[in-house]
């Protein structure tokens, strides 16, 4: 999948998320990136090649954390990993579902949703 292709199927990904969630995301920015920095990466997030395995990653503080003073601070990042994305798929459209999956995952955290919730939920 080319760099355009990708970044397309993350817009996919954010066009799935309802209007009425959409409006209500603030100060946040999605970034891709070819593959984690190593500051971003803790140990269990390497595979047994030594290759990074996180997929996508939310850096800011939750809607559900936030108070008065929060709009004069930087837009919190959701970052997604084209890398570790494509390894983990063996089909172009395993990876268009995964990349969408992904967008959704990591929008959750905006939201103030954690990693056990998304799973109870479904969204692992």
Not at 32 to 55: C, F, K, W
Not at 74 to 85: E, T
Not at 101 to 124: K, N, Q, S
Request: proline letters at 7%; one cysteine or more.
């Amino acid at each position: 999948m080319s760099d355009a292709e990708f970044e397309a199927a993350v817009a996919d990904g954010l066009d799935i998320i309802p209007e009425e969630l959409a409006t209500q995301m603030d100060n946040v920015v999605v970034l891709v990136a070819d593959e984690p920095d190593p500051e971003q990466l803790s140990p269990q997030d390497y595979d047994a090649n030594g290759l990074p395995t996180l997929l996508g990653l939310y850096d800011g503080v939750p809607l559900t954390e936030r108070d008065d003073s929060w709009p004069m601070v930087l837009p919190d990042r959701i970052h997604i990993f084209k890398g570790p994305l494509q390894r983990w798929c063996t089909t172009r459209e395993e990876l268009a579902e995964e990349i969408a999956i992904t967008v959704i995952h990591e929008i959750a955290h905006h939201f103030g949703i954690d990693d056990t919730r998304l799973h109870e939920l479904g969204w692992e």
